[in-house]
């Protein structure tokens, strides 16, 4: 029997592999963090082809592999996988949606925590052997209006979580009816409502051509002073520049970042700010999201390959 390979390009949790290891059918190649040209020579063969965010499957890198059939991210966004190039050539995109929301709920969370009570520049203090009470004096989340941009597998989990703060919880997603929205506890309102009126906003929307730059110049200008923005979704929704503006005009106080417009990041200035918490994207960074979304598609590409079960595709093919 020839087997069919599977091309792991970024890493996996070992119950992920494991999973994998279930089918005999299936053989499993384990190279992470190959150059586009290495990883177009390992491709050439592959049946399968793993993902995680690091490893861009571009159109030349798809092109190269003339056996593939599928190509799973571990993990929820799909930017860095050419969808339509994969689609014009039958090829299905799996991802895992929900497998790691849990983990990037909690740190959209942990930042407005953080954001309230400048958490991380009151223990630098600290750490610089400095007693400074004075400089550090907070806002509590109870009472305030949380603003989401979109309410699918994270935001909902960020919202209820909110809700049980005692914070409001107002929410823009153009594809979520009001009646999901009021069983979830939240209110359904327009863009210009959300981001007018909310004391935090944060950012629970995948990026595409509608949601790349909504928070610019313009944004940031309607919306009330001294408001906090948290982007744990994807860089490039919020223009980082024009953040930048509205932490030095006053009108953000402060904004937790785990995402970039580009990672990691040319230019380090909103990394640095000394009102920004930034993180070098570890929303989904926890030991169970990891391995929720590594079995999640080892088991998913498995189905599609040995019996033509599609799980989760974010593409469609003939
Ligand atoms: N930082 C990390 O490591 C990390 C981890 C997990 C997810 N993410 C990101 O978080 C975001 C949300 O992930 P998810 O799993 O909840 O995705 P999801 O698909 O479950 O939910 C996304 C929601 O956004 C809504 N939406 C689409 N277009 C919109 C628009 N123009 N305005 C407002 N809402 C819009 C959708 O209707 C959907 O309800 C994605 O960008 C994902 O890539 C980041």
Redesign the pocket.
Known sequence: MEKMKIFVADSISKEGIAEFGKHPELELMVKTGLAPDKLAVELSDSVGLVVR?ATQASREVIGAGKSLKVIGRA???V?NIDVAAASERGILVLNT??G??E??GE?AIAMMFALARELTRADASMKAGTWDKKSFSGCELLGKTLGL???????SIVGSRALAMGMKVLA?????SADKTKSLGFTLAS?DKVIQTSDFISI?????A??KG?LDAKAFARMKKGVYIVN???GG?VVEKDLLAALESGVVKGAGV??YEKEPPDDWTLAKHPRVIATP?????TGEAQVNVSVMIARQIAAYLLKGEIINAVNGVK
Do not use: E, M, Q, W
Request: proline share 7%; aromatic share 6%; with cysteine.
């Open positions: 965010s993990g929820a966004g930017d949606p929900g790691n929301a983990a990037a740190l941009l979109g309410i699918g597998n994270v935001g823009y997603d153009p594809f979520v863009f629970h929307a995948p990026k595409t509608d949601t909504i744990c979704a994807r929704i785990d995402v994207h570890i929303g989904a960074s």
